[in-house]
C-alpha cells in the first residue's frame, strides 16, 4: 500500500474560521444550488470559463481575475472529454463544493484528494440539516472519485442508464470494476448501511480468493481514516497491483479488457 501523502502546503485546507472560509460546508439543495456559502462558485466557474478567442482583450483580463479568485491559479481542472456528460457535470458539482469550503479546488489528482476528504468531514455536519441533499452529494462525490480512479488505473465509466445503481468504473489493465458512487455513499454515511449503491468490490472469479487474502494482511485503520477516499483508493491501487502482478506472471501483461468483457457479472469481495 502507498505511503500516506501529506498533503501539499499550495493545497492546505482553510480553517473554518479563517478569512475567506466558508462559514458553512457546501452542499447541494435538491435544485442542485451550493447551500451554505458565502458566494455563488458557479459564477466563479462561468467567469473562469469565457471563450478568450471571441473575448476582447478587458474580457480576458476579467477572466484571468476571475480564475485567480476562483482558487484555481493559471488553469482550471477539467474532467477529460471522454467521461459521459452527466459524469462532467457531477464533477463539476463536486469540484464547486469543496472550493467554496476549502478555498482551493481539487484536481483529479491524488496529491489533492485530501482536500475533498477535508470537505466531506466538514458536509457531513450540513446533511445532518439538509438529508434530502445527501443523494446528490453523493453522486457528485462519486462521480469525481471515479474519475480519480479512471485516469489514475486507465479504466472507463459504464452507464447503461441514468441510475446509479448501475454505475461502475472498469479498469483496462485488469479485470477489476467497482461502483464510485456506492463509495462515496458508505463514506458520507460512516457506514455499510446506507441507502446508496452497493460498494462493494468486483473481480474475476478466479482472483477472488487472492485478492480477498492480500486485502486480509492490510493493517486496519481507525474509523476517522477507513471512511475516506483516500484510504479507499489504496486499497484500490492494492487491488490493481495483486491483478497485475499475477498477469505477469502468466506473460499475460498485454491484456487489455473492453468494455464487452465487464457485460459478465463480476464476483463480490467485499468492500474496500
Not at 502507498?2 to 460546508?25: I, M
Not at 455563488?40 to 478567442?53: G, M, N, T
Not at 464510485?180 to 460498494?199: F, M, N, T
Not at 483516500?230 to 501483461?253: F, K, N, W
Request: proline share 7%.
Amino acid at each position: 500500500m502507498a505511503e500516506p501523502r501529506e498533503l501539499p502546503e499550495s493545497a492546505a485546507p482553510v480553517a473554518k474560521d479563517a478569512p475567506g472560509a466558508a462559514s458553512n460546508p457546501a452542499f447541494p439543495d435538491q435544485s442542485g444550488a451550493v447551500c451554505a456559502v458565502q458566494e455563488d462558485p458557479r459564477a466563479k466557474h462561468q467567469a473562469a470559463e469565457v471563450d478568450l478567442d471571441e473575448s476582447d482583450e478587458s474580457d480576458e483580463s476579467e477572466s484571468d481575475e476571475s480564475e485567480g479568485a476562483a482558487g484555481y491559479g493559471d488553469e482550471a481542472p477539467t474532467v477529460a472529454a471522454d467521461a459521459p456528460e452527466e459524469i462532467r457535470e457531477l464533477c463539476a458539482a463536486c469540484v464547486a463544493y469543496v472550493l467554496a469550503t476549502v478555498g482551493v479546488a481539487p484536481d483529479f489528482t491524488v496529491d489533492t484528494l485530501p482536500l475533498v476528504d477535508f470537505y466531506i468531514a466538514h458536509a457531513r455536519e450540513g446533511l445532518n440539516a439538509r438529508p434530502e441533499a445527501s443523494e446528490l452529494l453523493a453522486r457528485s462525490l462519486g462521480a469525481y472519485f471515479g474519475e480519480v480512479v479512471r485516469r489514475r488505473f486507465d479504466g472507463y465509466w459504464r452507464l447503461p442508464t441514468s441510475d446509479a445503481f448501475t454505475w461502475r468504473v472498469c479498469i483496462r489493465p485488469a479485470f477489476f470494476a467497482f461502483n464510485p458512487v456506492g463509495v462515496s455513499s458508505e463514506i458520507l454515511a460512516e457506514s455499510s448501511e446506507h441507502p446508496g449503491p452497493s460498494a462493494e468490490l468486483r473481480v474475476a472469479r478466479e482472483d477472488r480468493e487472492l485478492i480477498r487474502q492480500r486485502l486480509e494482511i492490510i493493517p486496519e485503520l481507525p474509523e476517522n481514516e477507513y471512511f475516506t477516499l483516500s484510504a479507499r483508493l489504496e486499497a484500490i491501487e492494492v487491488i490493481i497491483e495483486t491483478l497485475r502482478a499475477t498477469m505477469e506472471a502468466s506473460g499475460q501483461s498485454d491484456l487489455e479488457f473492453s468494455l464487452e468483457d465487464y457485460e459478465t457479472d463480476l464476483e463480490v469481495i467485499g468492500n474496500a
